[in-house]
């Protein structure tokens, strides 16, 4: 069975390049490199870089992909929320998405194969053709973890593909039988069931998403196996000299676009403007719950090696602002007057989409569930999360609907 990992393990940070000497270190000690006990760099190997720059690509990266991650989740929730469809959660694909995805580049040892800029493995001596692999792969993943780039696609965008809060406010919704169904007419009522049902129904959407991201983990493993042989190598200088300087630019640029098209809407003067509230919204919050959960996991993971900390802190953090959000856009009475309620709604719903979905992650939690070191651990982590975010949706959604009720949102 091929082994994946979790971008916000705590092997990725004790590793983050965050020195300069750092890089000289990892590779000295990786057996792909060449370069056994000559101090100086081989004329191939770029030198290591600062501690800010690397610091302010690793950001630019988080901040771009989580944009492209976010993105690609509501253009899957809307694909996959349809008349008829087998399955009502839109948010399942997407954390299956993201799982597979993760699997892939966890997986795959051709995409970064040149490392800090040092040069394909040599082949191995004949006493040692057998561990060589093992070492050199994991050798290989403790430096992949600290490339920029890498960071960015595994954190960034499977992070934000992928949504723990989103998962955890359908499984109560499903508890409670209030999980929106596209086959129903607008405005019709979903027919009343006893507990037994519901129990059952909040089983199933624990099953379906926790089962399928696993399985997509795995089989994203397998495709980067299979794809071996045909999977390029993104070239190290062509990274460092042009990927690393135009991502800062993109990233900032679109973010601050973001910002603009959230402030003058270019819909406006056409219509209602809809795309503010579906996306544009989500957008100006997506990197700021991207760049909080990278940095409490940085923090917070390596505290309890047996317990991911960091991604359990943000996943429930995550998952209690989602809960306050839906409780605000879903009560009646405030007062406001139509506009206002209209334009906070959609902000409302641009924190739900944006900085809820991109704080937490299925990706990262279902990689950890995979990865920690003896099963009862995975059980203990994984029943743990479900269990307290439930428990926060029970008290604040809860409280909201067996007192006063769900009203239609003005955006919805």
Request: charged residues 10%; contains cysteine; proline residues 6%.
């Given at each position: 069975?091929p082994?994946?990992?979790?971008?916000?393990?705590?092997?990725?940070?004790?590793?983050?390049?965050l020195?300069?000497?750092?890089?000289?270190?990892?590779?000295?000690?990786c057996?792909?490199?060449?370069?056994?006990?000559?101090?100086?760099?081989?004329?191939s190997?770029?030198?290591?870089?600062?501690?800010?720059?690397?610091?302010?690509?690793?950001?630019?990266?988080?901040?771009?992909?989580?944009?492209?991650?976010?993105?690609?989740?509501?253009?899957?929730?809307?694909?996959?929320?349809?008349?008829?469809?087998?399955?009502?959660?839109?948010?399942?694909?997407?954390?299956?998405?993201?799982?597979?995805?993760?699997?892939?580049?966890?997986?795959?040892?051709?995409?970064?194969?040149?490392?800090?800029?040092?040069?394909?493995?040599?082949?191995?001596?004949?006493d040692?053709?057998?561990?060589?692999?093992?070492?050199?792969?994991?050798?290989?993943?403790?430096?992949?973890?600290?490339?920029?780039?890498?960071?960015?696609?595994?954190?960034?965008?499977?992070g934000?593909?992928?949504?723990?809060?989103?998962?955890?406010?359908?499984?109560?919704?499903?508890?409670?039988?209030?999980?929106?169904?596209?086959?129903?007419?607008?405005?019709?009522?979903?027919?009343?069931?006893?507990?037994?049902?519901?129990?059952?129904?909040?089983?199933?959407?624990?099953?379906?998403?926790?089962?399928?991201?696993?399985?997509?983990?795995?089989?994203?493993?397998?495709?980067?196996?299979?794809?071996?042989?045909?999977?390029?190598?993104?070239?190290?200088?062509?990274?460092?000299?042009?990927?690393?300087?135009?991502?800062?630019?993109?990233?900032?640029?679109?973010?601050?676009?973001?910002?603009?098209?959230?402030?003058?809407?270019?819909?406006?003067?056409?219509?209602?403007?809809?795309?503010?509230?579906?996306?544009?919204?989500?957008?100006?919050?997506?990197?700021?719950?991207?760049?909080?959960?990278?940095?409490?996991?940085?923090?917070?993971?390596?505290r309890?090696?047996?317990?991911?900390?960091?991604?359990?802190?943000?996943?429930?953090?995550?998952?209690?602002?989602?809960?306050?959000?839906?409780?605000?856009?879903?009560?009646?009475?405030?007062?406001?007057?139509?506009?206002?309620?209209?334009?906070?709604?959609?902000?409302?719903?641009?924190?739900?989409?944006?900085?809820?979905?991109?704080?937490?992650?299925?990706?990262?939690?279902?990689?950890?569930?995979?990865?920690?070191a003896?099963r009862?651990?995975?059980?203990?982590?994984?029943?743990?999360?479900?269990?307290?975010?439930?428990?926060?949706?029970?008290?604040?959604?809860?409280?909201?609907?067996?007192?006063?009720?769900?009203?239609e949102?003005?955006?919805?």
């Amino acid at each position: 069975m091929p082994s994946t990992t979790e971008e916000d393990h705590p092997s990725e940070y004790n590793n983050y390049p965050l020195r300069e000497a750092q890089q000289t270190n990892l590779n000295e000690s990786c057996p792909n490199s060449g370069d056994h006990a000559a101090p100086a760099p081989p004329a191939s190997a770029a030198q290591p870089l600062s501690k800010h720059a690397t610091h302010i690509y690793t950001v630019s990266y988080l901040i771009f992909f989580s944009l492209l991650g976010t993105l690609a989740r509501l253009g899957l929730q809307a694909l996959t929320f349809y008349t008829g469809a087998p399955v009502v959660t839109g948010v399942l694909w997407a954390n299956v998405g993201g799982s597979l995805v993760m699997g892939f580049l966890s997986e795959d040892q051709n995409l970064f194969r040149e490392e800090w800029g040092q040069k394909s493995a040599k082949e191995p001596a004949p006493d040692a053709v057998e561990i060589e692999p093992k070492i050199r792969n994991k050798n290989h993943l403790a430096v992949k973890k600290t490339i920029p780039l890498y960071i960015g696609l595994t954190t960034g965008f499977c992070g934000c593909f992928t949504s723990f809060s989103s998962f955890m406010r359908d499984v109560f919704l499903a508890l409670v039988n209030a999980l929106p169904d596209p086959s129903l007419p607008t405005g019709s009522h979903i027919a009343s069931r006893n507990g037994g049902y519901s129990f059952m129904a909040l089983v199933a959407v624990i099953i379906l998403t926790v089962s399928l991201s696993l399985s997509a983990l795995i089989v994203g493993a397998h495709l980067a196996l299979a794809l071996t042989r045909v999977t390029p190598t993104v070239p190290f200088a062509f990274t460092r000299r042009v990927l690393d300087r135009v991502v800062v630019v993109l990233a900032w640029g679109c973010w601050l676009g973001a910002v603009f098209l959230a402030i003058w809407p270019p819909d406006r003067h056409n219509g209602p403007d809809v795309w503010r509230g579906r996306a544009v919204f989500a957008l100006v919050f997506a990197p700021l719950g991207c760049l909080l959960r990278f940095y409490v996991s940085l923090h917070l993971n390596s505290r309890i090696p047996t317990f991911p900390l960091g991604t359990f802190a943000v996943n429930i953090f995550g998952t209690i602002i989602e809960g306050l959000c839906y409780d605000l856009q879903h009560v009646s009475g405030l007062g406001a007057v139509v506009p206002a309620a209209l334009t906070g709604c959609q902000v409302l719903q641009g924190v739900m989409d944006g900085f809820c979905g991109s704080t937490t992650t299925i990706s990262t939690w279902v990689a950890e569930l995979k990865g920690l070191a003896h099963r009862r651990h995975s059980y203990l982590y994984g029943s743990a999360s479900v269990l307290v975010a439930l428990g926060f949706l029970v008290v604040i959604m809860g409280s909201l609907l067996w007192t006063r009720g769900f009203a239609e949102p003005v955006c919805g």
